[in-house]
């Protein structure tokens, strides 16, 4: 009768720490696709930012060689009436 219950009772033993890393093993999974949809949402803003940088970067530069190219045009009608 003893060797049944322990039987029994390591069976629910084994049981339980199935379940248990079944269910680590989910909370696991699901950190990790947190994990990564976080990166994925941070690397968007990322280049995101960098587009908006790049894109006020060039239109600053072309402000300034319009600028440039103005101030020449206005030197050379001085130059060459």
């Known amino acids: 009768m003893q060797n049944s ?3 029994c ?3 629910e033993v084994i049981s ?8 680590v093993i989910s909370n696991l999974e699901g950190e990790w696709e947190e ?3 976080n990166l994925k949402c941070e690397w968007k803003e990322v280049i995101s930012n ?6 006020e970067v ?11 190219i103005s101030d020449l ?7 060459i009436p």
């Open 5 to 7: 219950n322990l039987g």
């Open 9 to 11: 009772e390591w069976e």
């Open 16 to 23: 339980n720490l199935r379940c248990e890393r079944e269910e």
């Open 35 to 37: 994990v990564v949809s």
């Open 50 to 55: 960098l587009m908006g940088k790049w894109e």
């Open 58 to 68: 060039i239109s600053h530069l072309k402000g300034e060689w319009e600028e440039v």
């Open 73 to 79: 045009r206005c030197e050379w009608k001085v130059v």
